[in-house]
């Protein structure tokens, strides 16, 4: 947990000199909520489907969850973590990770096998960012060809460290 800390604290400190807005954490309840509660009945399969992924995702990977402990994700220099529960004029932002991961499963034109079963956690112009639940880990997939990995890490902040030295 001390290299996601130290990660998300110079991230932290990037945005801040630069003057990127820092989205707030989120609130303890919510992530109680998202670690124990089951997704509405009223959702369909899909939407019931991310939620569980995101809930294994949080409750499994304490690396991960400890970043809404800081922040709701973060948009710095063309690097997006999604965040879960930032929104504008009422309305979820589009980085939103539930958004993107149900928007992957549901696109109508094309859906991505090789992410239909990955959790979405962020992305910049030329990656995408998931976490690979099967093999426990955390990867860096081109985002034209997402069957080929670029990049996997075994820990969040490891993950945090190889994308902070593309933005620098």
Same mark, same amino acid.
């Given at each position: 947990?001390?290299?996601?800390?130290?990660?998300?604290? &110079?991230?932290?400190?990037?945005?801040?000199?630069?003057?990127?807005?820092?989205?707030?954490?989120?609130?303890?309840?919510?992530?109680?909520?998202?670690?124990?509660?089951?997704?509405?009945?009223?959702?369909?399969?899909?939407?019931?489907?991310?939620?569980?992924?995101?809930?294994?995702?949080?409750?499994?990977?304490?690396?991960?969850?400890?970043?809404?402990?800081?922040?709701?994700?973060?948009?710095?220099?063309?690097?997006?973590?999604?965040?879960?529960?930032?929104?504008?004029?009422?309305?979820?932002?589009?980085?939103?990770?539930?958004?993107?991961?149900?928007?992957?499963?549901?696109?109508?034109?094309? &859906?991505?096998?090789?992410?239909?079963?990955?959790?979405?956690?962020?992305?910049?112009?030329?990656?995408?960012?998931?976490?690979?639940?099967?093999?426990?880990?955390?990867?860096?997939?081109?985002?034209?060809?997402?069957?080929?990995?670029?990049?996997?890490?075994?820990?969040?902040?490891?993950?945090?460290?190889?994308? &902070?030295?593309?933005?620098?």
């Amino acid at each position: 947990m001390n290299d996601t800390n130290k990660m998300i604290g &110079i991230l932290n400190t990037l945005m801040v000199s630069n003057n990127y807005p820092v989205a707030n954490s989120i609130a303890p309840d919510t992530m109680t909520d998202l670690m124990c509660n089951s997704a509405p009945a009223e959702w369909d399969e899909v939407k019931r489907g991310v939620y569980a992924d995101i809930q294994r995702l949080v409750i499994n990977r304490p690396d991960y969850a400890y970043m809404f402990n800081i922040m709701d994700g973060l948009e710095y220099n063309g690097l997006t973590l999604y965040g879960m529960t930032q929104a504008e004029n009422g309305e979820l932002l589009w980085s939103n990770i539930y958004i993107r991961n149900i928007d992957t499963r549901t696109d109508e034109i094309y &859906i991505d096998p090789n992410l239909t079963d990955k959790v979405l956690i962020g992305q910049d112009g030329m990656s995408v960012f998931v976490f690979n639940p099967k093999d426990d880990c955390f990867q860096i997939r081109d985002r034209a060809s997402t069957d080929y990995v670029i990049e996997s890490h075994s820990t969040f902040g490891n993950l945090l460290s190889a994308l &902070i030295d593309t933005v620098k």
